[in-house]
């Protein structure tokens, strides 16, 4: 069946620290892959995706490459900010007849401290 | 409106009561989706509804969950004879058909349900 495995959290950085969050997959056929945030009090809201190997998703400087060959969708940002602190949860779609029906992982838990 | 909203944000029951939570999709939007996300897991999957079709109920955990939807509008999902293992946050979402794999998701705030 379809999985995501995300990195664990909690993880905590300082202002300006450079942002890793590992995630690979597994499915059968050729999902696109998703990063979706959630800020404290809010729903999930879509960070980025992509639909195809080695497309680069990309938004609020968050960026993250479909990597076919290691079945990865690592999310990274060059300097966080307090603002980011949320938690992330990447999520595959594998299509067909699984339509809309997103397989996320566990999440990550962000804190960013000033 | 302008987002899927969900009521109640918080319900407390006791053990054996039944319950209803509710989700108002955005306007427009043929996909409705229900999920649960228990603490310190991933989200789970419970049920689909696209348009008219038969709903997608694969992810309905045991025959005390059932979801209705009337025609692209409200969703009410109902747990009966609640047990503590049902306390989790509820999530509803919905997305405008479109391309299968590549729709976005908008998600409501959801409803924290505790059972005790």
């Excluded at chain 1, 999985?3 to 942002?19: C, D, K, N, Y």
Aim: net charge negative; hydrophobic share 30%; glycine share 12%.
């Amino acid at each position: 069946g379809n999985s995501v495995t995300q990195m664990e959290g909690p993880v905590t950085l300082s202002e300006e620290a450079f942002l890793t969050i590992n995630c690979t997959y597994t499915a059968t056929g050729y999902p696109s892959l998703f990063w979706y945030v959630q800020y404290p009090g809010e729903g999930l809201q879509l960070l980025l995706k992509a639909t195809k190997a080695d497309d680069k998703g990309s938004n609020k400087g968050f960026e993250a490459t479909y990597r076919k060959e290691t079945t990865s969708f690592h999310l990274e940002k060059g300097s966080v900010q307090v603002s980011d602190s949320a938690v992330y949860f990447c999520a595959l779609n594998a299509g067909g007849t699984s339509y809309g029906k997103l397989t996320f992982g566990q999440g990550t838990i962000l804190t960013v401290h000033p | 409106g302008a987002g899927v909203s969900q009521s109640p944000s918080n319900k407390v029951t006791e053990k054996g009561k039944d319950v209803e939570l509710r989700c108002d999709p955005i306007s427009g939007h043929t996909a409705l989706y229900w999920y649960r996300q228990r603490l310190g897991q991933g989200l789970e999957f419970l049920i689909y509804f696209q348009g008219n079709s038969a709903p997608d109920k694969s992810g309905l955990p045991s025959d005390r969950f059932s979801a209705e939807r009337t025609g692209e509008s409200v969703s009410t999902l109902t747990i009966q004879r609640t047990q503590q293992e049902d306390s989790a946050v509820y999530l509803c979402a919905s997305s405008a058909q479109g391309s299968g794999s590549n729709r976005e998701l908008f998600f409501g705030e959801g409803s924290r349900l505790t059972v005790l």
